[in-house]
């Protein structure tokens, strides 16, 4: 099953329109899927106090959390889709990984670090937006896609090789740049 976690708040944007097509190319594909719409479900990506004390047993209270890691126990396929802001993650999308993505279900602490437990899921995609172009993200920005979410946060949970396709300049893309954008995901889905 392809899980598709999506982190936008509005529901007419762009990556609306992504999330839209990739949902149609996978069932073209005749391929299952579940979308996990943070902000749809009220996601509460703040952890309180009492959350954080069950943080290092690799416990929770939050019954989204075990919904969301029911379904990424029955995945193979994960893709995240968001916007790029602050040239990093949204807060939405942080938040799911402190309170989801616990000790014991997405990771395990050895001598050498983090042992990654979601190694059941076999391709991983980041599908993400922005003002900035991807070279720009890359060079100019800290590159935080590629080094921080992509190199050490999901490979610390067994998510290796992801793949990052970007489009850039959202705001003031042409209707013909997006097309072109939304055909090159549809293929790569």
Known sequence: MVTI?????????????ILNTITTALKKKRKQYHII?????????VMSEGEL???SKGQHK????TKYQDILTKSD???FLFPVWWFDTPA???GFF?????KNFAYTESSTGLKGKLTHIKSTKVITTGQSPRWYLKYFAGNLIQKTFINATLKGIGLNHAKW???????????AKREIFLQKIANDI
Do not use: Y
Request: aromatic content about 10%; some cysteine; overall charge negative.
């Open 53 to 55: 004390a069950l943080f």
């Open 62 to 65: 939050d019954p989204l959390v």
């Open 98 to 102: 402190d309170k989801v993505m616990l």
């Open 77 to 79: 396929e994960v893709i």
């Open 165 to 175: 396709i970007h489009c850039g300049d959202v705001s003031k893309g042409a209707q």
């Open 37 to 45: 719409d943070l902000n749809k479900d009220n996601f509460n990506p």
């Open 5 to 17: 976690i999506f982190a936008h708040p509005w529901h007419g944007s762009f990556n609306k329109t």
């Open 92 to 94: 939405i999308l942080k």
